[in-house]
């Protein structure tokens, strides 16, 4: 069955008629900006390497997991789709069925994000005119393994028909990022950077945080054994990824708890840290330490910090055991920015060269905590809707709680954050059109003029995240 | 004085012409739709005996907290309302009184779901004409209790008129279920199922709890004294309640959390339960694991398991004292689901046997907790918007917080959790008005095409709740 | 460059037609109603003096921190817009140019409430017609200078001219309220009355409190070395503050918790209080206690009792140490109602003799917490959508998720809570619109009729507050 609606050029606009012809005006002064990604997961090895991205099902179900958790909440069994077992056991390799497998349940994802860039993947990117379905599943399936062998469906022809202006990448300290150089190094045009992400390094409870700090100390010549050589490690990591185009850290901590230890106390806590599991509460004042150590650097260093905390992570051990991280069992818990950012804020929150850009997934954190902290200290900036929140619904209730005291200026624009590379445009998309929606009513009920209102959709679609990023050198 | 929009055909429809005609549509699908009550309060042996109701006051204002603490607020004793008192001082027993004194105060209800449904009661059922006003209170007293003589205002008459097709009550383990037993026998079609409310027997802060353990013992001829025993009664008793219909039990804890001991310490805690008062973190402790234990045995028997956490009963001491539980005093507190589900889950959040269904009061858990708990645990469903957010602002924030992540099919369809039989209709025509409603706007802005809006109304409105609670059998 | 929309007539009413002829309609009934302030911060010489008020900036930058805290976010200096410092150091004292920077920078308050009353105060106040612009900066800022030169722009006249019928300002114990002594005596009619704030005395962390209580003492010739002394004393300052028309107390508390000691327990707290500083939980515990007092004063005197808690003070410890209180860095924290309250309730939760007006930046509350207890306890009111809560999109957030628990009658009407004079009218018109807006809603969809919304508009913007705060008398 064909839909008429498959993709209206109205959609996520407002349905009343007088909001809805002030988000047409505002969104054609952004439809066709580029695409400005700060934040994401990509992998630069497309971009390195730039071969045919495999079956669709490896390209938009497998790795996605958004979308196999819905389809897992429901009973269906991770293995049949495809997504590896760490024993190495089999699981579906069979591109079609999984793909089979999805479409009929393609009924589950009705009102989900997951939907929305899929359905938009498929028709723009695809040309696929018509509804996924168990009957069209086969259709659409070899459609889009048709395209993919085509040059035009390359990363990099991707990339450019995206319309990206720059994207980034996120890496560990321990990556030599030859996926990177290599780019650089090809003469294509294309900006794709990279952001120091430190937890391998940084989080004494990550796995293998000892033997990470010492491989560490080897590829900088420092002697992290010593907390004095840790740190000086770490400037000269961070260096190193500037170096290759970053400009921003990230950091994903359970909590946004930060510490100020003296140095003495940094030292035997780094100590300890080194010698073996630490307890929770030192692991958690060990980690908060280094928050402030990270925004210690990038006043010197220039680097915009990001901090995303909140997530319990692998909440299910029966999936992390079978499966492994990022399998959809992460869970969002309650956040306290207020006390938790307090001693990083006293030293370096009024610090203009300082950009801490905060992320949540606590959504009452918006209007009471994070609204007022950034829309006070010079160094705060809120980042969008994040993960669960990054959706039409997400991103209306954080304008509506996040802009009446933190105002526009204080945000910093879209990013995607997303490994889905083919979701970019949507989620672009989704942004401009919610944010355009969500401005027509301010101007419709007279509390922004039209004009202002056109700016601001640009500032959020685009100057916002290039100005915070640091992305306009 | 009569008023036009006493019960309006659009009542509860969004008033965007555009979005109130799919709204329209849709509810043209559901409204006819028999209703599926799958958890509630009402009193079997109104459908066992099938005598008349009493008068109107004793049937919709004296026993209805909602009614009575909203007047209580305003500082109406409840005294003067017939609410009858522990202690069996007089209070107010004039029917007619009661009823004028709550005509009299009846703008007090502006806007909350108590006028929703009276209103619908009123029209709908007694064929009431007018608005309540003190002027029109006898009048419209004597209506109702002219129909209450009636036979077709006799609670079976009604269950058909109202087109129930299922309806489940709660009770006690202790309870024998006669009337349940008399339903059964009397060759009458209506189907009325009991559900296992274990709180008397599970709970140790529960008034009477050793007394209640030791009847368990009598009643399943096991030996309660020990924890083996004390479980196979339990289960024995789930056996008999399945028996006569039960397809759920029902839990109603004062915080979320489940714990999982070992067989020693449960031995060693449900002994100090017997001998005397537990302290507050063993009484804890204790519902914790019989939550654990329920699961075990659903994971058996197959019933459905409803988690209604988060009250905080009986903030009032002195209206507890005076008049008992269930008297509008509990007010909801903070719920950590995910944290407090985490040992329930371990064991059994991938056990598609079993199927917990969630309930909260505190709505800052949608987003953050609940919608992504059930967007990924095969045993999780969320159970609809509950006790204070059983409205129409409430069911609007729980489709928009929880749908992104959790999508329709993790939700359990709606139920009407009251003790109110005449609220029945009306409770559910406002759950189908308020999803048309919602589903109206993301069919309006493109996210939902009308044909799969119309399926999901049909689904939230009567399949979800067949399928959530197994009624289908 | 003007703007057609600087003040529409149908500003802040939906854009929905439908809603909005209802919301106009609705407006009509109270657009001219007077101004009932019983909540602010307005200083009370300039009603005794009836001086002019200084520059534009003076009286609309400087003392402002919702102002300037915005522009510091940006990266402004505190110093170069006017704010004085603790050290005496020099800060821009040139109306002009701190005017000129505020309007290059007027573009950041976009969809703020500052944005929206400085609007309607340059517009209906001063009669500019132009949007300010760094171009347009110094032609406003002489069309400013030149009315406040003018007799009609002394505070008595536009007192009148806004139509305040009442109107309380804030003060200490220790103030001998010679200004409020003058009004009275002046023969001026308008009504300026006091608020009895006495934290500089219950709060053991104020700074100055052992001198304040010694002072306190004094003042009232009570002995304030003992605790009867000191409960005496403050009985006493109460009367004093209700004999110059206050008919009020005001607590601003960390948290909403509240304790019952025994009188033992109570005198030696005190003593360690007056002793020293106390450890953080006894200064809870002190407040807590004295929350508990006032309560019981209130029954005996019958002054309205407002709790305002949440708010972490102070959170930037060099703007503290530079500039001082009030500069804009205080953050809102979580606040437990439930529980900490349940003291206080305990002993007068029941007693119409109380009336406690409870009032949060902890939005999560609304719902789940004050609802609930409000809708209950005949001693509670809810106060308005406070502090960064106070604009379009808090007054919604909270009129959707409190009415249908509380109804509209345990709600307190608007109160403006304000130190900008100037910004009393278009704080109250807001309101105003966004109430009718509501309303218009709830007729457009049938949960009201209109005339029923007609009465609840003319209670939110007039009755309630008066009722509640006792100003009929």
Chains 1, 2, 3 share one sequence.
Not at 78 to 84: A, C, H, K, N, T
Not at 144 to 166: K, S, T, Y
Not at 240 to 250: E, H, K, R, V
Request: net charge negative; glycine share 6%; with cysteine.
């Amino acid at each position: 069955m064909t839909s008429p609606a498959l993709l209206s050029d109205d959609r996520l606009f407002p349905p009343d008629p007088t909001e809805r012809a002030i988000a047409r005006r505002l969104y054609a002064h952004v439809r066709a900006l580029p695409i400005v990604s700060p934040h994401g997961h990509t992998d630069p090895a497309w971009f390195a390497e730039n071969e045919a991205f495999p079956d669709p099902a490896a390209l938009l179900i497998v790795p996605d997991h958004y979308v196999f958790r819905m389809l897992y909440s429901q009973g269906i069994p991770l293995e049949s789709l495809g997504v590896p077992r760490r024993d190495g056991k089999p699981v579906e390799r069979d591109g079609r069925k999984i793909w089979r497998l999805f479409a009929e349940h393609w009924h589950l994802f009705r009102g989900t994000p997951s939907r929305m860039w899929l359905t938009h993947a498929l028709s723009e990117t695809f040309g696929v005119r018509e509804r996924l379905t168990a009957g069209s599943a086969d259709r659409i399936y070899d459609r889009i393994d048709g395209c993919l062998r085509q040059p035009e469906f390359r990363p990099r022809a991707l990339f450019e028909r995206f319309n990206i202006e720059v994207l980034a990448t996120t890496e560990s300290p321990l990556d030599p990022l030859v996926h990177h150089r290599k780019i650089r190094s090809s003469g294509w045009s294309g900006r794709v950077i990279t952001a120091f992400r430190p937890d391998p390094v940084v989080d004494p409870d990550y796995e293998g945080f000892r033997a990470n700090v010492a491989a560490l100390g080897e590829i900088t010549r420092e002697n992290t054994a010593t907390w004095s050589g840790y740190l000086k490690a770490l400037a000269n990591r961070r260096q190193y990824f500037a170096s290759l185009g970053a400009t921003s850290t990230d950091h994903g901590h359970p909590t946004a708890a930060t510490f100020d230890h003296s140095p003495g106390e940094c030292e035997a806590l780094f100590q300890r840290a080194l010698e073996g599991p630490l307890a929770p509460e030192d692991a958690e004042r060990f980690r908060g330490q280094m928050l402030l150590e990270m925004a210690r650097m990038s006043v010197d260093d220039g680097l915009v910090m990001q901090l995303h905390p909140g997530a319990c992570r692998d909440h299910n051990p029966e999936i992390f055991r079978d499966f492994g991280k990022d399998k959809g069992a992460d869970i969002p818990t309650r956040t306290d920015y207020v006390r938790g950012l307090k001693p990083l804020l006293d030293r370096f929150g009024n610090d203009r060269r300082l950009t801490l850009i905060l992320f949540t997934l606590d959504e009452s954190t918006y209007a009471r905590e994070l609204a007022p902290l950034a829309g006070h200290y010079p160094a705060l900036k809120l980042g969008p809707a994040w993960w669960f929140f990054d959706s039409p619904e997400g991103m209306r209730r954080y304008r509506e709680t996040v802009t009446e005291t933190a105002g526009f200026s204080n945000t910093a624009g879209f990013n995607d954050d997303t490994r889905a590379f083919l979701s970019i445009p949507a989620r672009h998309d989704v942004a401009r059109r919610v944010d355009c929606g969500f401005l027509a009513k301010w101007v419709a009920d007279h509390r922004l003029d039209e004009d202002e209102a056109a700016e601001l959709a640009v500032d959020l679609a685009y100057n916002l995240a290039r100005r915070a990023y640091k992305l306009d050198d």
